[in-house]
C-alpha cells in the first residue's frame, strides 16, 4: 500500500509539473506572438493569428478574451468586461505588455450615446432635453468635424483617420489653410464634459474631376499635420465598399448649419435629423418641378436624401458635413454615405438634398490614402473582407 501511495504521488507530481509547462510555454508562445509587432516580411506566415494584434495603428490592449475573435473590436455584450465608451487610444503601433493582452482594434463608425447625463444645457441657463429638436448627444456623432477659416467655421467634415478628414471639395476651394477641430459640441461654451482639438491642414486633396460649376465629384480630403488622439468624443467614420445601395429610412445627417433658409441662424449645438435615402430618378423628378427645369438629370457622383413632409433638410452651413446610415437597419454602427453638397431650398415642405456618393469614391479614397501611406483598414467595415494596403513598417504619413 505505502508503495502503491508514493507511486500515486509521483504520478500526481509529474502530471504537475507536466501541465505547469506546458502552462508556461503557452504564456511564452503568446508574448512572443501577440505583443510583438509585426513586420511586412512576417505577413503571409502569421496572416491567420498575429497579424491582428499587433498591425493595426488603431487598437488598444485587453485581454484576449475582452476581444473578438478576428480582433476586430471589442467584446460589448459581456456584463462587466469592457465598456466601449471609456476606451483610449493612440495612433502608434502598439505593443502589448502583459502576457495574455492583445492589441484590439477600436471599430469605426461607432454611435456613441450615454457619455454623459442626456440633459444638455446652454448659456441661456435654459435646459433643453437631449434630442429634442434634434440635438443630438454631446460626443454621440464623434467623426463629425468643423472646419474653420480665419477662426471661423466654414463648413463640416468627418474623420475617417486620425490624420484624415474628408469633406466637399466647394468647401476647401480654392485651397487654403483650414484648422480642422474634432470633438466639438457647442460652440458657445468651453465647459464640455471633454475638450475638443484642433489641427491644421497640410495637404488638401480636392478629386481631379471637380466642376466648381454642377458641383459634380464635389469630394475632397484634408491630411492633417498631426493625427487627431481618439477618444470618447473624437472617433473616425466607415467608408463603405464601392458597390453600396443604400435605401435604407433611418440615415442621419448633422451639422452647425442654418435651421431654415431665410432669414435662419446658425446652429451653436450640433444638430442631427433623421432622413430617407430617395433614389436619383424620383430625385430628378422633383427637383424637375423646381427651378431646374424639365431637363434636368441629377449626376451619378450625387444620391438624394430627405423630400418628405415634416420639412427635415440640411441647409446651409452644413456643407461638407456627413450622411451616415446604419451598416445594418437597426445597428448603433454607421457608415458614410454621402457628404452634403447642395438643395435647392432646406425647411421647406418636400425639400431635399443633394449629397456626393461616398460608394462612388470609395476607389479614389483608397488610393490617396495608399498613396500617402494610411492604413485604410480603420475605416472599413468588416476586417476581414478587404486587401491589405500596409504599404511601410514605420507607417510614415509622408
Known amino acids: 500500500m505505502a508503495h502503491r501511495y508514493i507511486y500515486y504521488e509521483v504520478l500526481l507530481t509529474f502530471f504537475f509539473c507536466v501541465k505547469m509547462t506546458i502552462a508556461i510555454l503557452l504564456a511564452l508562445f503568446m508574448k512572443l506572438t501577440l505583443t510583438q ?26 485581454p484576449y478574451w475582452q476581444c473578438k475573435e478576428d480582433y476586430s473590436g471589442l467584446v460589448e455584450d459581456g456584463v462587466g468586461i469592457m465598456d466601449i465608451r471609456l476606451m483610449k487610444s493612440t495612433v502608434n503601433t502598439v505593443t502589448c505588455t502583459g502576457d495574455f493582452d492583445v492589441c484590439c482594434q477600436i471599430e469605426c463608425g461607432r454611435q456613441n450615446l450615454g457619455i454623459v447625463s442626456r440633459i444638455l444645457h446652454t448659456n441661456s441657463s435654459t435646459t433643453i432635453e437631449a434630442n429634442s429638436k434634434n440635438y443630438a448627444y454631446f460626443g454621440e456623432l464623434p467623426w463629425m468635424l468643423g472646419i474653420l477659416q480665419n477662426d471661423m467655421f466654414k463648413c463640416g467634415a468627418s474623420l475617417i483617420h486620425p490624420q484624415v478628414a474628408i469633406t466637399a471639395a466647394h468647401c476647401v476651394s480654392p485651397i487654403e489653410k483650414y484648422v480642422v477641430r474634432a470633438g466639438e ?15 491644421s491642414s497640410k495637404k488638401i486633396l480636392i478629386h481631379p474631376k471637380y466642376n466648381p460649376q454642377t458641383l459634380s465629384n464635389d469630394i475632397a480630403l484634408l491630411i492633417l499635420e498631426k493625427p487627431f488622439k481618439l477618444s470618447e468624443n473624437v472617433g473616425v467614420i466607415c467608408i463603405p465598399s464601392p458597390h453600396l445601395f443604400i435605401t435604407s429610412k433611418k440615415c442621419i445627417a448633422s451639422g452647425w448649419g442654418k435651421n431654415s ?68 437597419e437597426e445597428s448603433n454602427r454607421y457608415h458614410q454615405v454621402g457628404i452634403v453638397s447642395w438643395g435647392l431650398t432646406c425647411g421647406t415642405h418636400e425639400s431635399l438634398g443633394v449629397y456626393v456618393n461616398i460608394a462612388l469614391f470609395s476607389d479614389w479614397i483608397d488610393k490617396q490614402m495608399i498613396y500617402y501611406k494610411f492604413d485604410t483598414r480603420i475605416y472599413k467595415t468588416n476586417f476581414m473582407n478587404f486587401h491589405l494596403n500596409y504599404k511601410s513598417e514605420e507607417n510614415s504619413y509622408f
Open 37 to 62: 509587432p509585426i513586420t511586412h516580411a512576417d505577413f503571409d506566415d502569421l496572416f491567420d493569428y498575429a497579424l491582428y494584434p499587433d498591425f493595426s495603428e488603431n487598437c488598444i490592449c485587453v
Open 261 to 328: 433658409q431665410n432669414p435662419g441662424r446658425y446652429q451653436s449645438i450640433l444638430k442631427k435629423i433623421t432622413l430617407p435615402i430617395i433614389s436619383n430618378y424620383q430625385c430628378s423628378q422633383k427637383l424637375r418641378t423646381k427651378v431646374l427645369g424639365p431637363f434636368f438629370k441629377l449626376d451619378k457622383s450625387f444620391i438624394c436624401a430627405g423630400g418628405g413632409a415634416n420639412k427635415k433638410d440640411t441647409c446651409k452651413g452644413d456643407g461638407g458635413g456627413p450622411l451616415v446610415c446604419p451598416i445594418t
Open 185 to 199: 459640441w457647442n460652440w458657445e461654451t468651453k465647459t464640455e464634459p471633454l475638450p475638443h482639438e484642433d489641427q
